[in-house]
């Protein structure tokens, strides 16, 4: 049997033109003439040399995998806008990777999501400003939090070795670290917190974001919004929605034009449509952005002895989080409360003239082009639903490239799929049909030219 398992890789190689060594070709022998072995050949040699992909389920698979109504996620869509055959493997055939004990990245993620929700929420029932919360406090409440989250069952593994209690109390002090951050944010500006997790969907006090498809199906998307901050300025309602990433995750224009980043500008359009029912007409967007959990590593420059005032402003800075803002001086200072200069907050700067500068990190964008990114969006998710409806699970994952051309390392969607070893997809194999994302000097531009060309069809 472990001979047999060795031949699968040669066997793979000598389909794409690697001559088979002797070895080889006597194992093949010996294994074709034992009954048990040659059904399992005949299946590897199905599988690696004729390799009949159905691109489209059949409407009838499809009824019976979604119904009429699409029930998902704006993170499952990015998923989608990845590779179609990812998508219907991990949300159409629910297929999961055999449970091993371990700690995902992803379940560290939701343990500091869930820390952020029971913090949040005894603010809420102690009437604690955000503003007034102290280090003991915070140190107290995190503790407790803590407590309470391990004693759900999945995740007294945290407990099992002096390993994941180490990254325990790691998760802890980060969490700690980062909520004083955000205490911080919250006491420099005007924007004061409506509410933390806060969902679309059935369970929740907003409704499910629906989308309306062809052969009268529905794309309905569910989902929480980790934080959503309000200004109310002389009657007017300005909204700022947060999205707290554990991982590397920053904005980028590009990516909002390629699908993969649309969950803050989806969460921001359903809560300027429904919003209205928490409080109440007239919401304009203010900034979307991604708060990174982290702690961060500070170096002094030069080797210069830093003050404790110094550490705590590079540890501010790391902290600075990534979005695009309402192009409105007035409302970048309700952000963060600067007359010029550098925000502590976004990296966006408030020039002496009164202009508003930024890095590749965030961008200020106008009250018209944030709804133009709205519309494309939804216009995208419409699009997806629409594909997904139809039975598409083409094997389609996607390549990053430069400008000139030239591909970008390890920047591709199969990097870290799951299903890479059922699809069988080789990057660097050319005949393989692979998307390219090439760098776009203005993505803006082509989303408007998007949505007006979807205008001018309709």
Aim: charged share 30%; proline share 2%; glycine share 4%.
């Amino acid at each position: 049997l472990p001979s047999f398992t060795e031949l699968a890789i040669p066997l793979e190689q000598y389909s794409k033109g690697t001559p088979l060594d002797n070895i080889y070709k006597d194992l093949y022998v010996l294994f074709s003439q034992e009954k048990y072995f040659r059904k399992k050949l005949d299946i590897i040699e199905k599988n690696l040399f004729t390799k009949e992909y159905e691109d489209y389920l059949s409407k009838e698979t499809v009824i019976r995998l979604y119904n009429k109504e699409i029930n998902s996620s704006v993170s499952q869509l990015e998923k989608y806008a990845s590779c179609p055959f990812s998508y219907f493997m991990e949300y159409g055939l629910k297929a999961k990777e055999r449970k091993i004990y371990d700690i995902s990245p992803l379940e560290v993620g939701s343990v500091f999501h869930k820390i952020l929700e029971e913090f949040s929420k005894y603010l809420k029932e102690n009437r604690i400003k955000w503003e007034d919360i102290t280090d003991e406090q915070i140190k107290q409440i995190v503790d407790s939090s803590t407590e309470n989250i391990l004693t759900e069952t999945k995740n007294k593994i945290f407990l099992s070795s002096a390993k994941y209690k180490y990254l325990l109390s790691n998760i802890k002090s980060t969490s700690r670290l980062s909520i004083k951050v955000i205490s911080k944010h919250i006491k420099a500006g005007k924007f004061t917190p409506l509410g933390f997790e806060i969902g679309f969907g059935k369970k929740y006090k907003l409704p499910a974001i629906i989308i309306e498809l062809k052969n009268n199906s529905k794309l309905i998307l569910t989902g929480k919004i980790d934080r959503i901050d309000i200004l109310d300025k002389d009657g007017q309602k300005y909204v700022k929605i947060i999205d707290y990433k554990t991982g590397s995750k920053e904005y980028n224009l590009a990516e909002i034009y390629y699908g993969l980043q649309l969950q803050l500008l989806i969460y921001l359009d359903a809560f300027i449509k429904k919003g209205k029912k928490l409080i109440g007409e007239n919401i304009l967007p203010g900034g979307i952005f991604y708060f990174k959990i982290q702690e961060p590593t500070v170096n002094s420059k030069d080797n210069n002895i830093m003050t404790y005032e110094d550490i705590q402003n590079e540890i501010l800075k790391s902290f600075k989080m990534s979005g695009i803002a309402l192009k409105d001086k007035t409302i970048l200072q309700m952000i963060d409360n600067i007359e010029t200069g550098y925000s502590k907050i976004i990296s966006l700067c408030i020039t002496k003239e009164g202009d508003i500068s930024y890095s590749k990190s965030a961008s200020a964008t106008s009250l018209e082009e944030f709804n133009t990114l709205r519309q494309y969006v939804i216009s995208l998710a419409e699009e997806y639903g629409n594909e997904i409806s139809q039975g598409n699970i083409k094997v389609y994952p996607y390549k990053k490239y430069k400008k000139d051309d030239t591909e970008k390392e390890d920047e591709t969607s199969c990097k870290y799929c799951k299903f890479a070893s059922i699809c069988q997809f080789e990057i660097n194999d050319r005949k393989n049909n692979i998307r390219k994302l090439k760098e776009i000097s203005n993505p803006m531009e082509k989303i408007i030219e998007y949505v007006n060309k979807n205008k001018t069809s309709q």
